[in-house]
């Protein structure tokens, strides 16, 4: 049974725009914070936004001014708006669910499967 269904993803070039989504089930949404990482070849995963059940969110820094995590409370459903797409977000970007997601990766009890985001220059 998939807890977090991702979609959305794809190719783009620089300075494009492109969104994800992820759903989740009711319970997994209203009990838990939620992020999304990202993992690049070669490199470690990454937190790349997050938002907690309150609806506070919160960035790393290469992507403040760039990026828009937000819930759609009636749906289920979080989203991360990218734009200003760079080549270095070139990444499979996963999202996840869990108490303080975003601070604490060890707390992550779901993940979606993740999805391929190819920037060009």
């Known amino acids: 049974q998939v807890q977090l269904a991702q979609s959305g993803g794809g190719l783009v070039q620089a300075g494009g725009s492109m969104r994800l989504s992820c759903a989740a089930s009711?319970?997994?949404?209203?009990?838990?914070?939620m992020a999304w990482y990202r993992q690049a070849p070669g490199k470690q995963r990454e937190r790349v936004a997050g938002?907690?059940?309150?609806?506070?969110?919160t960035y790393t820094d290469s992507v403040k001014g760039r990026f828009t995590i937000s819930r759609d409370i009636a749906n289920y459903t979080l989203y991360l708006q990218m734009n200003s797409l760079k080549p270095e977000d070139t990444a499979v970007y996963f999202c996840?669910?869990?108490?303080?997601?975003?601070?604490?990766?060890?707390?992550?009890?779901?993940w979606g499967q993740g999805t391929q985001v190819t920037v060009s220059s």
């Open positions: 938002i907690t059940r309150g609806g506070t969110p």
């Open positions: 009711e319970k997994i949404f209203v009990t838990n914070d």
């Open positions: 996840a669910a869990g108490p303080l997601a975003w601070r604490f990766p060890a707390n992550i009890n779901y």
